[in-house]
């Protein structure tokens, strides 16, 4: 069964620092990884997905991904972290067990502080 | 924003009671999708429907529904509420005709409250 799991409850970064969310991955096949953010009292927003092709997977409001195959990891990060990147971020796995289903599987999320 | 509309934002209802949610996806999506979001249980995926026909089922009630109209628009429904219902219900969309690289976007939520 496909599963995500989310190591952290929460990351706590200075602003203009790097931030670093963890996210590993069980899949049966290859992986499709996506990424949300949810601010409060807010929908979830999509930040970026990995297919295929470049390890590097750019994104929205300067988020990356590093997709690793060897370690099951699909880590978001950004170069300089902003107050507003203050959040509750997502990882997903796209579900594989059938061909018909557009499934997401969410992990636990992790509550990102960016302190000024 | 991303398209898709959610009503109400919010609901408080009584145990026992039946309620409806509504989501309209973004235009031209035929892929509807439904997610529950608590606290103790994280964000669950309930129920996708594809153009008018049920194409998956998660981890939903038997006395929950949910159907998706013509006009593509969806309903879900939910009765015999109890405490344990309260939560965030999410509908999300996709086109619904590209795969599983499909990017699923959400709506802005309905905050369930059973007192």
């Known amino acids: 069964a496909q599963s995500v799991a989310q190591p952290e409850d929460q990351v706590n970064v200075a602003e203009g620092n790097p931030l670093t969310v963890k996210c590993t991955y069980s899949?049966?096949?290859?992986?499709?990884l996506f990424w949300y953010v949810q601010y409060p009292n807010r929908g979830l927003q999509f930040l970026l997905k990995?297919?295929?092709?470049?390890?590097l997977v750019k994104g929205s409001y300067g988020f990356e991904a590093e997709f690793n195959k060897s370690q099951t990891s699909f880590h978001l990060k950004k170069p300089s972290a902003l107050v507003s990147d203050s959040a509750l971020y997502f990882c997903?796995?796209?579900?594989?067990?059938?061909?018909?289903?557009?499934?997401?599987?969410f992990g636990q999320g992790t509550t990102l502080q960016v302190k000024p | 924003d991303s398209g898709v509309t959610q009503t109400p934002k919010h609901l408080i209802t009584a145990t026992g009671q039946r309620v409806t949610l509504r989501c309209s996806p973004r235009?031209?999506?035929?892929?509807v999708y439904w997610y529950q979001q608590s606290l103790d249980q994280g964000l669950q995926f309930l129920i996708q429907?594809?153009?008018?026909?049920?194409?998956a089922k998660g981890n939903i009630l038997e006395r929950f529904s949910a159907q998706q109209f013509p006009d593509l628009h969806s309903e879900l429904n939910l009765s015999s509420l109890e405490l344990g219902d309260s939560a965030l219900y999410f509908c999300?969309?996709?086109?619904?005709?590209?795969?599983?690289?499909?990017?699923?976007?959400f709506g802005p939520g309905t905050r369930l409250l059973v007192l």
């Open positions: 899949v049966s096949g290859n992986p499709y």
């Open positions: 990995y297919i295929t092709g470049d390890n």
């Open positions: 429907y594809y153009n008018g026909e049920e194409r």
């Open positions: 999300a969309s996709s086109p619904g005709t590209s795969g599983r690289s499909e990017t699923q976007y």
């Open positions: 997903a796995v796209r579900d594989l067990g059938s061909s018909n289903t557009g499934k997401l599987i």
């Open positions: 235009s031209g999506d035929l892929s």
